[in-house]
């Protein structure tokens, strides 16, 4: 299993009564109630509740796709919490990798072009962009679909294109959202397999949420919330 301590003095994500509320009309949702967190670099973490608990919201504030209403988020001791649109854009490119449900692959671009575009958007040179996504396909297992187009890939290939791209930028936590919950369960544990390859030999931090406790139990420790609090933490 990957390193547990959460000391914090490897802290690559830090939570600090994180709250998020929501004003729909005249109805007030606190969506987060004060989450404290602390991830470690190199541990695999998995984030688990009930529909509407509070965990893609959650996510979506550790990857900068949203802000808090209070508290405070560090992500490698930076202090984001307050951060401006161009540096939210910046945390996105550099540390933050994403891996969704359903893929979010471009169906006008061949598998190595979707690995390509996010150090295309960060300003890569072709060159070396070229050679990081072939070696990124190479270790999915993807080198020989690299000239394929998302709708002539299965699903699990898919996911492994859309693995691929997460690590691109070489971020320093990736967050997976249900990445196996498109998946049948045989695709679905062979992908699971990957990010936990990926998470031991390249030390990757993973925050992963899943409603399925089998997958859960893989990560080092599991975040159970519930309407919006974190009510236990599950070390297996």
Excluded at 78 to 106: C, H, M, P, W
Excluded at 140 to 156: F, I, M
């Amino acid at each position: 299993m990957t390193n547990t301590n959460t000391s914090g003095s490897d802290a690559v994500l830090r939570c600090v009564d994180l709250r998020k509320i929501y004003i729909l009309g005249e109805v007030r949702v606190e969506a987060l109630r004060g989450i404290n967190m602390t991830i470690n670099r190199g541990e695999m973490v998995s984030i688990m509740g009930p529909s509407g608990c509070g965990k893609t919201t959650l996510l979506n504030i550790i990857g900068s796709l949203d802000y808090p209403s209070s508290g405070k988020i560090f992500i490698e001791g930076r202090d984001v919490s307050n951060a401006n649109e161009k540096e939210l854009t910046e945390i996105r490119r550099k540390s933050v990798g994403f891996i969704f449900q359903f893929y979010n692959l471009l169906p006008v671009l061949t598998a190595v072009e979707n690995v390509e575009l996010p150090m295309l958007i960060a300003g890569v040179a072709k060159d070396e962009r070229t050679s990081r996504a072939l070696e990124l396909l190479e270790k999915v297992d993807l080198l020989n679909r690299k000239d394929h187009k998302p709708d002539e890939l299965s699903g699990g290939e898919r996911q492994r294109v859309a693995i691929a791209r997460s690590l691109a930028n070489r971020p320093s936590i990736l967050l997976a959202d249900e990445p196996t919950g498109d998946l049948d369960t045989e695709t679905g544990q062979s992908v699971l397999k990957l990010l936990r390859e990926v998470n031991r030999t390249e030390n990757q931090t993973l925050v992963l949420v899943t409603h399925d406790p089998n997958i859960a139990r893989q990560s080092s420790r599991i975040f159970h919330i519930r309407d919006g609090r974190i009510a236990s933490i599950e070390e297996t």
